[in-house]
């Protein structure tokens, strides 16, 4: 069974910082190209990074300079490195492939930044 397991969220203060993991299983995702999902209460779910298979990444606008994709091979695992975390940064964060693939969703990792 293919699954993708998001961990690491939590309740954090307006500019604290927190790190998510997603650690693939099933299958190696190390040839494909990896992004972060959020969702937040109300919204659709948005795109918010990407990393290519050489590590090439990009960011929506919105987060782009206080966050950090990165991704490890061997452990079959995609990391976002999220700094000066802000209210409007709450959300369920989900990683997927790209293009995602509706059978990966999984359960996500919810980020909520108090003021």
């Known amino acids: 069974q293919v699954q993708l397991v998001e961990a690491g969220g939590g309740l954090v203060q307006a500019g604290g910082s927190l790190t998510l993991s997603c650690v693939g299983s099933?299958?190696?995702?190390?040839?494909?190209?990896m992004s972060w999902y959020r969702q937040a209460p109300g919204k659709q779910r948005e795109w918010v990074a990407v990393i290519t298979r050489s590590g090439s990444t990009n960011y929506v606008a919105s987060v782009r300079g206080r966050f950090t994709i990165t991704r490890d091979n061997a452990k079959n695992t995609v990391y976002l490195r999220m700094r000066s975390l802000k209210p409007e940064d709450t959300a369920v964060y989900y990683c997927n492939v790209v293009p995602a693939i509706d059978d990966y969703w999984g359960q996500g990792t919810q980020v909520t930044v108090s003021s």
């Open positions: 099933g299958r190696d995702f190390s040839s494909n190209v």
